[in-house]
């Protein structure tokens, strides 16, 4: 998948979206760190998964990936793979540095995550995130994630759940 230019307020600069890359781990860590440790506090399940995102995400069957603006990662999101159900990932990890927000990052990496699940054949995509974090609940409902009820949650923090159920690419040639 090769990167993918967003519109911006400034035309200047051009925001790319790519999959993730060896190297890549810092920039992972940082963007979900401040986030985290902003609003809720790092947990161990974080750690876990920034200690080695390439084993604890993509080696399992999921991806990551990041935005660009000049050469700077400034975007994030995850998907893992639920081994516990046939073609479901788990978006997670989504992430802005907060000097770009607002301007479309956020929804550049969710939209290349789906197209890559849809690439993959998933059917479902499920996320765990928290009620205070308006902007990203807005953002999963925009692209069509619906809320559902409580689950059994990894994270002290979850507390808002949804899922988006994705139509298989054969069925639209029917």
Do not use: C
């Not at 974090?133 to 002290?156: C, D, N, W």
């Amino acid at each position: 998948m090769g990167a993918q230019p967003v519109l911006r307020e400034d035309p200047a600069s051009e925001v790319t979206v790519r999959i993730f890359r060896p190297g890549d781990e810092s920039d992972f860590r940082r963007l979900n760190e401040a986030w985290i440790a902003k609003y809720f506090g790092i947990e161990f399940k974080d750690e876990e998964t920034f200690a080695d995102p390439q084993h604890k995400i993509i080696e399992p069957g999921g991806q990551i990936f990041l935005a660009f603006l000049d050469g700077e990662a400034v975007g994030t999101v995850g998907l893992r793979r639920m081994p516990s159900e046939s073609r479901s990932y788990e978006l997670i990890k989504m992430a802005t540095d907060e000097r770009y927000q607002r301007r479309g990052i956020a929804r550049a990496v969710v939209q290349a995550a789906i197209k890559w699940a849809k690439q993959q054949g998933a059917r479902r995509l499920y996320l765990e995130t928290n009620h205070a974090l308006i902007p990203a609940i807005t953002l999963y409902e925009s692209v069509g994630f619906r809320h559902m009820p409580p689950q059994a949650t990894r994270y002290k923090r979850a507390d808002v759940f949804m899922e988006m159920r994705l139509e298989p690419e054969w069925l639209k040639y029917i």
